[in-house]
């Protein structure tokens, strides 16, 4: 069992200082893997259902500071060493994927391999409106663009044919440090977000879960690898807890979750942000876990 930090990039998690003071403490204080989300486009008043709350809401002000998280990550990995950087997650249909599979495979150089592409569906018809991506279809395009990327990653030239996204005998370097494998983690907590975990994917992100539903969530996970011919120890299989405890850990554990994520807000003051970010290490015994 791992435990990761998804506090980078939104609100005071977006200023440099802070950034810096949260990145180089979770190395110092044992987490695994820093993860740092994306929405492009926030409105004031969504029409949208937000699927992990129940409240149907995302609890960030619409008019927060939120980075991009490839280069907040980018930022990320040129202050540490030794943790891991993944997205969590990157809405790839909103995005064209020869220039992701780029951005990516250039993250992954830049930090020694020490990154994975987390990537989903999206949920919000109000940003694929501003930025003229069909709402519709979005899952279809997820998973073309994740087969064209893994073609770019391993040929070169590279071609293919999709109904989204073609290309003929093109050349995108870099290529990531682990070729077409580098770690591609779904996130989602549907049917389809597991399936798409399994068909595509290195790992699943199950996001805002509450403790009880981890485990047939991840029963799901299971029968559909049985269904696939993959073994369920094949995908890392993370989940952020809408009201867990470091006493949960060994029950996730033998669940079959691989890293608890743990999400929150760091403070605006740089040595208050590293002396946060130390006391969730201390809470969730990230360096003995």
């Not at 993944?86 to 020869?98: I, K, R």
């Not at 770690?183 to 290195?202: E, K, Q, T």
């Not at 995908?235 to 807890?241: F, M, N, R, Y």
């Not at 470091?246 to 890293?259: N, R, S």
């Amino acid at each position: 069992m791992r435990v990761g930090l998804h506090a980078l990039g939104i609100g005071d998690g977006a200023r440099p200082e802070v950034v810096r003071a949260v990145a180089t403490a979770a190395e110092t204080h044992g987490f695994a893997r820093l993860w740092c989300g994306e929405h492009v486009v926030l409105v004031d008043a969504p029409v949208s259902r937000y699927p992990y709350a129940a409240d149907g809401r995302i609890a960030v002000p619409a008019d927060a500071d939120w980075l991009d998280p490839l280069l907040a990550l980018s930022f990320a990995a040129a202050l540490t060493d030794r943790i891991g950087l993944a997205t969590g997650m990157l809405l790839l249909p909103e995005h064209n994927p020869v220039v992701v599979a780029k951005q990516a495979a250039t993250v992954d150089m830049l930090s020694a391999g020490r990154f994975s592409l987390g990537v989903g569906a999206g949920w919000s018809a109000e940003e694929f409106a501003a930025l003229q991506v069909p709402f519709a279809g979005r899952g279809r395009r997820t998973e073309e663009y994740l087969a064209a990327m893994r073609t770019i990653w391993a040929e070169d030239p590279a071609s293919f044919s999709g109904e989204f996204i073609s290309f003929d005998a093109i050349r995108v370097n870099p290529k990531p440090l682990r070729g077409a494998r580098l770690p591609v983690i779904v996130g989602g907590n549907s049917d389809a977000a597991l399936r798409r975990a399994v068909a595509f994917g290195d790992g699943w992100y199950g996001f805002n879960l509450p403790v009880g539903e981890v485990r047939s969530r991840v029963a799901v996970l299971a029968d559909e690898c049985a269904r696939r011919g993959r073994a369920l120890d094949e995908l890392t299989v993370a989940v952020s807890l809408s009201d867990g405890t470091p006493e949960h850990l060994p029950d996730l554990a033998a669940a079959g979750v691989t890293e608890v994520v743990v999400v929150g807000a760091p403070p605006s003051e740089p040595r208050a942000a590293a002396a946060w970010t130390a006391e969730l290490a201390r809470t969730w015994d990230a360096r003995e876990v």
